[in-house]
T-cell receptor, first 116, second 112 residues
């Protein structure tokens, strides 16, 4: 079974609009962490935002926020006021607390294209 | 600047010719890991290291070796590369269990 599911293979969004990228996860651990990364066409992997399973507030980092709904096991990334430079692949990832190897489990990614 | 440095960025090699991809971090992180990224398969962990001289297999370790003789360095070794190891490789490091992961810029390897 997929541990991280990103249901949107690709999205087109008009510049300056807000964007929500979906991510659902599956774990039986009580302690886990959720991450979002951005991968531009140049290939590097850029850390965006982190949410811990025990964090009561939704994480925010500048224009990025994470809509964490624990009961639904979803961790959607919201980008406010999108910019052309936001065009990239976006990956959701999870680190489970019970695993001792610090491994990140990755979703398949969403390709976001911002239209001018 | 805190970073993970991988070299080379691009490499084309022939089947069977041993190669090493270097990875170095300047953040004194204990944890380091290697991933490969393939279209449709996402990122998969190859090997990881919890500290100096402590390494273990990830999900796809076949055909790879690693070593961790110093805290800052974690090279990936392909003793006899094959075309199915053509991929984009990432090295990553983390301070601890709850910290974010810092990735290197990636190494695009082609084995012909």
């Amino acid at each position: 079974a997929q541990k991280i599911t990103q249901t949107q293979p690709g999205m087109f969004v008009q510049e300056k609009e807000a964007v929500t990228l979906d991510c659902t996860y599956d774990t039986s651990d009580q302690s886990y962490g959720l991450f979002w990364y951005k991968q531009p066409s140049s290939g590097e992997m850029i850390f965006l935002i982190y949410q811990g399973s025990y964090d009561e507030q939704n994480a925010t980092e500048g224009r990025y926020s994470l809509n964490f709904q624990k009961a639904r096991k979803s961790a959607n990334l919201v980008i406010s006021a999108s910019q052309l430079g936001d065009s990239a692949m976006y990956f959701c990832a999870m680190r489970e607390g019970a695993r001792s190897n610090y491994q990140l489990i990755w979703g398949a990614g969403t390709k976001l294209i911002i239209k001018p | 600047e805190a970073q993970v440095t991988q070299n080379p960025r691009y490499l084309i090699t022939v089947t069977g010719k041993k190669l090493t991809v270097t990875c170095s971090q300047n953040m004194n992180h204990e944890y380091m890991s290697w991933y490969r990224q393939d279209p449709g398969l996402g990122l998969r962990q190859i090997y990881y290291s919890m500290n100096v001289e402590v390494t273990d297999k990830g999900d796809v370790p076949e055909g790879y070796k690693v070593s961790r003789k110093e805290k800052r360095n974690f090279p990936l070794i392909l003793e006899s590369p094959s075309p199915n190891q053509t991929s984009l490789y990432f090295c990553a490091s983390s301070r601890d269990r709850v910290g974010g992961y810092t990735f290197g810029s990636g190494t695009r390897l082609t084995v012909v």
